[in-house]
């Protein structure tokens, strides 16, 4: 399985760490193109240790910038990563105003970097709520990232997969008021653009850590046909070796949608 992921490269799996020894080295058979991720546990892993639900959310902000590395370096073509949920408002609001700064100051202080590391940046959800200087910092990342040629990490803000799917209905609603379009155009192909992940492939395989068995309305129409990967792991202990075997589990899956598989 090694061989068949990382060309029988099994010690060159990448920590994310070790910038300077860092080479791609995956070859496209076998591998996810879509990953997405429901970084879930930052509390839990915090309350494990003693500490405060912030420090968990620090910790997931360190973890989520070695893993975009890693996934880079594995040669995946998009990274979907769930930071907020239209439902987390929810949460009291001090936890709300500390997880929206440190967005705002993780983007900040890590967009140089991502964007020397040729990372194209997109943020996915509704685009309300959110302070002026926050969503400036937003469209300024996209749109200083968006000729990048490397991993696309779309970065799920404010984001529900139903909420998204209505916005989408809307908007062809509209246009086929306006006779821009004739109802039955809307297909699967003109739908999808119409989400917010518009010309991204369709998610291969959807990751939640810590544990709970439910896909919390993230990206629920592309996630269609995804092979789904829960691990216990808190997201701030997710590391490089575990997204390495993530994708070791689904190259050895038989993907069928709804067909029959090559043996039968
Ligand atoms: C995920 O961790 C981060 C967000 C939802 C913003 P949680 O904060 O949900 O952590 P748990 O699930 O309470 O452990
Ligand atoms: C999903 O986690 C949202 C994010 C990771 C941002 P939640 O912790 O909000 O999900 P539930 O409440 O357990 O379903
Ligand atoms: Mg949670």
Known sequence: ?????????????????????????????????????????????????????????????????????????????????????????????LEVDFLLNLFDSFLQKEIDEMHAEHVRIRFIGRRDRFTDRFLRRMTDAEVRTAENTGIRLNVAVNYGGQDEILRAVQTLAARAAAGEIAPPEIDE?????????????????????????????????????????????HWPDFTAEELARAITDFAGRSRRFGGLSEED
Not at 45 to 69: C, D, F, N, P, Y
Not at 78 to 84: D, K, M, R
Not at 189 to 208: E, G, K, M, N, Y
Request: aromatic share 10%; glycine share 8%; proline share 5%.
């Open 1 to 93: 399985m090694w061989r068949k992921i990382f060309g029988g490269k099994e010690a060159s799996v990448p920590t994310g760490d070790d910038l300077p020894s860092r080479s791609p080295v995956l070859c496209g058979d076998g591998l996810p193109r879509h990953i997405a991720v429901v970084m879930d546990g930052n509390g839990r892993w915090a309350q494990a240790q003693g500490r405060s639900r912030s420090a968990g959310h620090e910790a997931g902000a360190r973890t989520l910038k070695r893993i975009v590395r890693a996934a880079s370096d594995m040669g995946i073509e998009v990274l979907t990563v769930y930071a907020f949920s239209t439902e987390n408002w929810k949460r009291p609001q």
């Open 189 to 233: 192909a003109l739908f999808s653009r119409t989400l917010d992940t518009a010309d991204d492939p369709p998610v291969d395989l959807f990751i939640r850590t810590s544990g709970d068995l439910r896909l919390s309305n993230f990206l629920l129409w592309q996630s269609a046909y995804a092979e789904l990967y829960f691990t216990e792991t």
